[in-house]
């Protein structure tokens, strides 16, 4: 589990800033799904209906340098 401070949130349409001067941008997105009731053993067809939502939950960027440091 980790965290994501709301002042790193981006309202639907706003702007990313990247600082510059940058080597390189590494970037990743992860999506989300939402089970929206409980259930076991459900077939593969009838599985969106137990969808409550799908979404993009996270969207972060990383310089080379930052990213050569997590190594």
């Known amino acids: 589990m980790f965290l994501k401070?709301?002042?790193s949130y981006l309202e639907n349409?706003?702007?990313?800033?990247i600082p510059?001067?940058?080597?390189?941008?590494?970037?990743?997105?992860?999506?989300?799904?939402?089970?929206?009731?409980?259930?076991?053993?459900v077939p593969e067809r009838l599985a969106m209906n137990y969808i409550g939502g799908?979404?993009?939950s996270l969207?972060?960027?990383l310089t080379s340098n930052?990213?050569?440091?997590?190594s």
């Open 54 to 56: 799908i979404f993009t």
């Open 59 to 61: 969207l972060h960027f």
């Open 13 to 17: 349409g706003g702007t990313i800033e």
């Open 20 to 41: 510059h001067p940058l080597d390189s941008l590494h970037h990743e997105v992860e999506l989300a799904v939402v089970i929206g009731q409980k259930a076991r053993d």
């Open 66 to 70: 930052i990213k050569d440091m997590r």
């Open 5 to 7: 401070p709301t002042s």
